[in-house]
């Protein structure tokens, strides 16, 4: 049996509200640490994919993260869909940001290291990747590097399955185009599945 405590001494057994709140906090930053230790390393690929540099990416990615975690309560449960949402926003922003700026080119660009065959290719791919449109790049990133079905893709772009299949061809087709050899690699069957 516990012991009655006088209302004017209870006061001081219950916890203050500021000791409530640190408790709560501390409950959020563990759980934002554990899907950031587990997931962090998928999503700095998707976010490498979509920005084209290192650089870019973990910015981006540190941007989503702080968006994610301000609204970590609401989206605890389902919370990688959302970053890859707001990597994808934020991306497309600054893509439109830019596009809006002169562009100040360099005299003479810096000599590349040799390289192999496939980083040669990885490179054309890269900067093919970069000419496509926005959406086109979203939907290869999602549908080829995270390897998320049409119907996923759709819902994590907010757009019909028909724009994720359709994105996808010409996509790909455009990479056909500028990236020789690519044709080998991939296939038409690859678009809908």
Request: glycine content about 4%; overall charge positive.
């Amino acid at each position: 049996m516990s012991p009655i405590v006088p209302r004017h001494e209870a006061k001081f057994l219950a916890p203050r509200a500021s000791e409530l709140r640190r408790w709560a906090v501390a409950e959020v930053d563990g759980e934002f640490t554990a899907f950031v230790n587990e997931r962090g390393a998928v999503l700095l690929r998707v976010a490498y994919a979509l920005a084209g540099n290192q650089h870019a990416a973990e910015d981006l990615l540190q941007n989503a993260l702080a968006k994610a975690y301000a609204r970590w309560p609401r989206i605890r449960g389902d919370a990688e869909p959302y970053v890859k949402r707001i990597l994808y926003h934020d991306q497309v922003s600054g893509w439109r940001r830019r596009a809006r700026r002169p562009e100040v080119t360099l005299a003479e660009l810096p000599e590349r290291a040799a390289a192999g065959e496939d980083s040669d290719l990885r490179l054309l791919l890269r900067d093919a990747l970069r000419a496509l449109p926005p959406r086109q790049r979203a939907v290869l990133t999602l549908r080829y590097l995270e390897d998320l079905s049409v119907e996923q893709t759709a819902a994590l772009l907010g757009c019909r399955t028909g724009t994720v299949a359709s994105q996808s061809a010409k996509a790909l087709a455009k990479l056909r185009q500028l990236v020789p050899g690519l044709e080998e690699r991939t296939s038409r069957a690859e678009v809908t599945r």
